[in-house]
T-cell receptor, first 113, second 115 residues
Framework: NAGVTQTPKFQVLKTGQSMTLQCAQD?????MSWYRQDPGMGLRLIHY???????DQGEVPNGYNVSRSTTEDFPLRLLSAAPSQTSVYFC????????????FGPGTRLTVT | AQSVAQPEDQVNVAEGNPLTVKCTYS??????LFWYVQYPNRGLQFLLK??????LVKGSYGFEAEFNKSQTSFHLKKPSALVSDSALYFC?????????????FGTGTRLQVFP
């Protein structure tokens, strides 16, 4: 199993540009989520999905869009990048059910200038 | 609202000594608690969890955590620290109501183990 994979590993954007961060998992997990990690703030939930076709907002959803057309893939779209979106982004997945731990991807380091 | 607190930004310990990384929580109902570790430039890795049962939970890499309901704490421990344990550690709690899978993370504690 590859687990949770994310691409790209690094990205530099100019303010106003858009891009998509890719996330895929091969563990047949129902639940997938996107977090951002900023110094001193831990991880904050951006969006999550409990299954194909179902998404919902997390703690900090503004400026981001998601879709879940398949069980495996959960891309995160930045609509119009802003310097405040400079961060490290992690995708995670797990089986449905609150007792299960989440598996994390290696992260994407995004810089917006 | 559910929350977790990690009161120490950094913990320093000498190799071979016991280590403790602190976590306290505030939840409605029974807590589902998790510890994760993040090595430099890597994603988070699951260490252990408390759902129910024994208050002492054993996990990966020789780590364990003690759930204390009266003190609302879930401290991470290891009897003998290794230099390779140096990393960023996160405590997390499952959000309530439990029909979601959302996790709420603490701000993290950096563990530095000195040779």
């Amino acid at each position: 199993n590859a687990g949770v994979t994310q691409t790209p590993k690094f990205q530099v954007l100019k303010t106003g540009q858009s891009m998509t961060l890719q996330c895929a998992q091969d563990m047949n997990h129902e639940y997938m989520s996107w977090y951002r990690q900023d110094p001193g703030m831990g991880l904050r939930l951006i969006h999550y999905s409990v299954g194909a076709g179902i998404t919902d907002q997390g703690e900090v959803p503004n400026g981001y869009n998601v879709s879940r057309s398949t069980t495996e893939d959960f891309p995160l779209r930045l609509l119009s990048a802003a310097p405040s979106q400079t961060s490290v982004y992690f995708c995670a997945s797990s089986y449905a059910g609150t007792r299960h731990e989440q598996y994390f991807g290696p992260g994407t380091r995004l810089t917006v200038t | 609202a559910q929350s977790v607190a990690q009161p120490e930004d950094q913990v320093n310990v000498a190799e071979g000594n016991p280590l403790t990384v602190k976590c306290t929580y505030s939840v409605s109902g029974n807590p589902y608690l998790f510890w994760y570790v993040q090595y430099p430039n890597r994603g988070l890795q699951f260490l252990l969890k408390y759902i129910t049962g024994d208050n002492l939970v054993k996990g990966s890499y020789g780590f364990e955590a003690e759930f204390n309901k009266s003190q609302t704490s879930f401290h991470l421990k290891k009897p003998s620290a290794l230099v390779s344990d140096s990393a960023l550690y996160f405590c997390a709690v499952r959000d309530f109501p439990y029909n979601t899978d959302k996790l709420i993370f603490g701000t993290g504690t950096r563990l530095q183990v000195f040779p």
